[in-house]
């Protein structure tokens, strides 16, 4: 039978466990939106120079890295999954808009994808006391 002592150590090591895997998962979060954000940036210029190859690229790339967002917080906020699965549905008919040569509605779902982006980092972005930006669930 495990002592009191040991079933405590047992119980620390998986709280541990728990954060460390609750840290790697918001560093690779992290990791996803700084590549969202320059994919965004990309894209916001392939299209206005007309590089429909280049965009649809982006547009893909950026509902895989949505569709990750969605399932990361799939288990913590509701409304923060869904804004990342409006992202991916966003993106997508980007996508489709810039492949059938229409630009100038691309961009106008562009910018409108774009500002769900913001609606979420409204609710769920904060700061640090040292300035560094937060997830809030």
Not at 49 to 57: E, F, L, M, P, R
Not at 66 to 79: L, N, Q, V
Not at 115 to 124: G, L
């Amino acid at each position: 039978m495990l002592s009191m002592a040991r079933k405590f150590m047992w119980f620390f090591c998986l709280l541990l466990a728990g954060g460390m895997v609750q840290a790697q998962d918001e560093e690779q979060f992290q990791a996803w939106m700084q590549e969202a954000s320059q994919t965004n940036g990309s894209l916001k210029l392939n299209i206005e120079g007309n590089y429909g190859d280049d965009a649809v690229a982006d547009t893909v790339k950026l509902q895989e890295l949505f569709g990750k967002m969605a399932a990361f917080f799939e288990r913590k906020s509701s409304d923060a999954s869904e804004y990342a699965r409006s992202a991916v549905d966003g993106f997508k008919r980007v996508g489709e808009l810039v492949s059938a040569g229409d630009t100038e509605q691309a961009m106008a779902i562009y910018y409108e994808t774009r500002a769900n982006c913001s609606n979420c980092h409204d609710a769920h972005r904060g700061r640090t006391s040292v300035g560094a930006y937060k997830i809030i669930y």
